[in-house]
T-cell receptor, first 109, second 115 residues
Framework: AQRVTQPEKLLSVFKGAPVELKCNYS??????LFWYVQYSRQRLQLLLR??SRESIKGFTADLNKGETSFHLKKPFAQEEDSAMYYC???????????FGKGTLLTVNP | GAGVSQSPSNKVTEKGKDVELRCDPI?????LYWYRQRLGQGLEFLIY????????KSGLPSDRFSAERTGESVSTLTIQRTQQEDSAVYLC?????????????FGPGTRLTVL
């Protein structure tokens, strides 16, 4: 069974501070991990995927298979980063996404 | 180009009534997914369509839920005899095809409220 856990419902940091949004997963095969973001009044959109190994808007995420984690990090948070962040896992023949419950990030001025 | 669209954006209905939700995927996208998000929960997979293959209905919570898709175009999700626990945001997503690392593009969702 596929499972994604985001332990923090809410995360609040000050502008310029580092931020880390935690994500742990459970999957028997070789998973693909994603971070999706939903800004206020906007639709859910892809932020980054582990296979790309890229940095988007200053965010990075490393897949740690030993710890089954895919934490999202940014060294210096900006106010415009305030949003709902969802970690998601894709696996199986239909490539459906299994989502965590999300973390609401608030970056204070 | 146009993204995934869904209608209606909001639907309020009475318990026991049937509702139909519509999704227009991005043109050329062969894979289409429906998800449900109940308050305070993550998104739950409901059903998946890929081209003309038989749909994967493994996420449908009960036989009151059904969905159709005509070819590679519009999809409708129907909920019969709605219950209060059906209240949620229903999201549709499409991708070029169902494959590794293929980005799913999401619609704005339909917020369903069952009174």
């Amino acid at each position: 069974a596929q499972r994604v856990t985001q332990p923090e419902k809410l995360l609040s940091v000050f502008k310029g501070a580092p931020v880390e949004l935690k994500c742990n997963y459970s999957y028997s095969g070789s998973p693909e991990l994603f971070w999706y973001v939903q800004y206020s009044r906007q639709r859910l959109q892809l932020l980054l995927r582990h296979i790309s190994r890229e940095s988007i808007k200053g965010f990075t995420a490393d897949l740690n298979k030993g710890e089954t984690s895919f934490h999202l990090k940014k060294p210096f948070a900006q106010e415009e980063d305030s949003a709902m962040y969802y970690c998601a896992l894709s696996g199986g023949s239909n490539y459906k996404l299994t989502f965590g419950k999300g973390t609401l990030l608030t970056v204070n001025p | 180009g146009a993204g995934v669209s869904q209608s209606p954006s909001n639907k309020v209905t009475e318990k026991g009534k049937d509702v139909e939700l519509r999704c227009d995927p991005i043109s050329g996208h062969t894979a289409l997914y429906w998800y449900r998000q109940r308050l305070g929960q993550g998104l739950e997979f409901l059903i998946y369509f890929q081209g003309n293959s038989a749909p994967d209905k493994s996420g449908l919570p009960s036989d009151r839920f059904s969905a159709e898709r005509t070819g590679e175009s519009v999809s409708t999700l129907t909920i019969q005899r709605t219950q209060q626990e059906d209240s949620a945001v229903y999201l549709c997503a499409s991708s070029l095809w169902a494959g590794p690392s293929n980005e799913q593009f999401f619609g704005p969702g339909t917020r369903l409220t069952v009174l």
